[in-house]
């Protein structure tokens, strides 16, 4: 089985909204990764947690703050969001180490108004 | 100079062609290669995975790699109106940049019945 799950499909949110995506994966990843992806440009990463602690953070802002509750599930913690950063929030999982062989889920469509 | 170079189409072909499409890499490094496919708001699927140079094949598609060149291309033979979707190779360099995958910009391919 080579999912992963996201929710909710959508989310539509005012910028002094506080709301939450959440991905799930039961492949024994121990390596989750959130991405952001606008029209037309390919994903870009935002965070890495490698067995359950963050080991990479693309110097994004705080008002994204992921969290790792155990092997099998992603959180992001969305608050005070700014229009542009509506976009594709993709969540991705691996094996750690060396092959990098990703998978994505569905994404969640958020749209800041 | 961007570390990795897609065409970027968009490209529009008849039911039944053979489609090529094309990555350049400047970095040597980069080990790994993949395929994802993404079709219009969905998240990316991993299509192909190739570590070495050479030919990988998997039903209507072959991935190939060739580093003396930097350059990989993926085929899609007897091309269908569901391979109609953005083609997307990504790379990674394990030994320094750990879980980054490095993405071209995608190719947008039309399949016409």
Redesign the interface.
Known sequence: D?E?T?TPKHLVMGMTNKKSLKCEQHMGHR?M?WYKQKA????E?MF?Y?YEKL??NESVPSRFSPECPNSSLLNLHLHALQPEDSA?Y?CAS?H????????????T?LTVT | QKEVEQDPGPLSVPEGAIVSLNCTYSNSAF??F?W?RQYS??????LM?T?SSGNKEDGRFTAQVDKSSKYISLFIRDSQPSDSATY?C?M?D?ETS????T????TQLTVNP
Do not use: D
């Open positions: 080579t992963v996201q390596a990764y037309k440009k390919p994903p990463l890495v490698s080991s990479i594709l993709l691996s750690p180490g060396q092959s990098n062989e990703q998978y994505f889920g569905p994404g469509r | 080990q790994y993949m994802y708001r969905k998240g990316p699927e991993l995975y570590y997307l990504a990674s394990p750990g879980s980054r995958l993405f071209g910009e995608g």
